[in-house]
């Protein structure tokens, strides 16, 4: 099963795969490789927001199985817990921020590509850091701008740059130490 060039990973046609399993360590597992695919399936998709009652990956028609919607619930509360992701609405829990990355792993990412592509002492905007032509298929291309100024504002507390204003948010510069 595949969508949208998505290639499922054979667990999901597992039918107890989709039944919260009652053995605590078999469930600890399961939790794992829904986190897993979740995780998986946004970042390799580029889909920033996950909303809980339109989530593809709750059903598997091939054979016939679905989460119910305490399952689903637990599902998420567990994504969340394991900081992959965000709560947008937390009184409802309808719509999940899914964090590609964690913005600790983000700051060392933008660093990384920082210094690998000279801009140590140079300087950048927020646009080019999330969709300029020298990002391509960087962790941080196209995240979400709250999630980079958040890894942003990691590599300020550590003194490794500086982000000041522009005209708009997107044209903010950062200047890398």
């Given at each position: 099963m595949a969508s949208a060039n998505f290639e499922y990973p054979e667990f999901y046609s597992f039918q107890p795969f989709f039944t919260i399993q009652p053995v605590l360590a078999t469930r600890e597992k399961q939790m794992g490789l829904w986190r897993d695919l979740i995780l998986k399936y946004y970042t390799e998709l580029r889909i920033k927001t996950l909303v809980v009652h339109e989530c593809p990956l709750w059903k598997n028609p091939d054979i016939g199985r679905e989460?119910?919607?305490?399952?689903?619930m637990a599902v998420m509360e567990?994504?969340?817990?394991?900081?992959?992701?965000?709560?947008?609405?937390p009184d409802v829990r309808t719509r999940c921020r899914?964090?590609?990355r964690k913005p600790e792993q983000l700051a060392s990412d933008i660093y990384d590509w920082a210094e690998a592509n000279g801009y140590i002492n140079s300087v950048c905007t927020v646009y080019?850091?999330?969709s300029g032509e020298d990002i391509n298929g960087m962790s941080f291309e196209g995240a979400d701008e709250e999630l980079l100024r958040r890894a942003l504002n990691i590599l300020e507390d550590q003194g490794k740059c500086t982000v000041f204003k522009g005209d708009t948010s997107s044209e903010d510069g950062i200047k890398f130490f």
């Open positions: 989460l119910d919607n305490d399952a689903i567990d994504f969340v817990k394991g900081g992959h992701g965000e709560w947008e609405d899914i964090l590609w080019e850091l999330h």
